[in-house]
């Protein structure tokens, strides 16, 4: 972490589910196996497809989940999620683009409230982790945008100069709450149409993209 304060290009962090782990499907299918339990309706692909254009807020809305409620089965789905790691393939593409921004000399790192253990274990496999400097993981209280402040504080890094990736509303919340470039991916949990009310930096639907985004960024410094 320290030798991100002498490094000339920017950070990138990484959310995990549905931005670099093609986890989405499998969430939804362990979603509709819990839901009973929760007093709440299985959802079809159709229906998946309508609540990706909703923010997360409406999206929990939509589907009758309170707040503490969601914390909860987050929870539950996450522990079920990993005992099937071993079955979580990338975002096609990913890899590559992943591989040419390390390349390059940009600063990766992940930021998710995925398990630590769990993202080492997807990581590993695609032969990606040592392309990543750092893996903050886990839920925490405070939320994404304090855990944000937290890595440009522990390398000592502007917040211009850093940029978070995520496939969530709350990812680009947690962004300008943060005042990082806000990326957004439309291929995980919310689609364009959701992302774009976020007012992200940049927007994109190809992972290939990124690695544009991350030169434009670098040229601004």
């Given amino acids: 972490m320290r030798e991100m304060a002498v490094r000339s290009k920017p950070l990138l962090i990484f959310d995990f589910d549905g931005t670099l782990a093609n986890t989405l499907e499998m969430g939804i299918g362990i979603f509709n196996d819990l839901a009973p339990d929760y007093g ?16 997360t807020r409406a999206l929990l ?28 393939e990338m975002i096609e ?9 390390h390349k390059e000399g940009f600063q990766l790192g992940v930021l998710s409230s995925n398990s630590a253990d769990n993202v080492r274990l997807v990581l590993r496999r695609f032969d990606l982790l040592e392309c990543f400097s750092f893996i903050e993981a886990g839920v925490s209280l405070f939320g994404k945008s304090h855990r944000i402040l937290s890595v440009l504080k522990k390398g000592s890094l502007e917040p211009r100069h850093a940029m978070y990736v995520g496939d969530e509303t709350r990812d680009m919340e947690a962004a300008r709450d ?27 639907d190809h992972p290939s993209e990124l690695i544009g985004c991350a030169r434009t960024l670098e040229a601004r410094r």
Wanted: glycine share 8%; aromatic share 2%; hydrophobic share 45%.
């Fill in 61 to 88: 809305d939509q589907l009758g989940i309170s707040r503490l409620l969601a914390v909860k089965l987050g929870a539950h789905i996450r522990k079920v999620l990993h005992q099937q790691m071993d079955n979580v």
């Fill in 93 to 101: 593409g990913v890899k590559e683009a992943v591989i040419e921004l």
């Fill in 40 to 55: 709440l309706k299985s959802v079809t692909l159709d229906e998946v497809k309508e609540l990706r254009k909703l923010n």
């Fill in 178 to 204: 943060s005042k990082v470039i806000g990326l957004a991916v439309c291929w995980g949990a919310n689609g364009r149409e959701a992302m774009e009310t976020e007012g992200p930096e940049f927007c994109i």
